[in-house]
């Protein structure tokens, strides 16, 4: 369950941040060159860890404990 609490509540940040992203731009008179704002992106980027293996399974096994009909292979 923790590991789909942390995509939704990453979703939702990365909706924030999008309309977040584009109010700046509409409020701009003239937008700046792609490669400012990235720099400044990354500058202040605060990336999460990426989801554990462990974690991603408790995803399906929810999906799955829910009625979706995924079927879950162990691959070695």
Known sequence: MR???RAERSAYERALY???QGERFSR??????????????K?????QPSQ???EAL?????????GIPIKITRIT
Do not use: C, D, I
């Open 3 to 5: 590991g789909r609490l």
């Open 18 to 20: 999008g309309a977040w």
């Open 28 to 41: 701009e008179e003239k937008l700046q060159p792609f490669k400012r704002y990235l720099s400044q992106a």
């Open 43 to 47: 500058a202040t980027n605060t990336a």
């Open 52 to 54: 554990t293996p462990m």
């Open 58 to 66: 408790a995803v399906f096994h929810g999906l799955q404990s829910a």
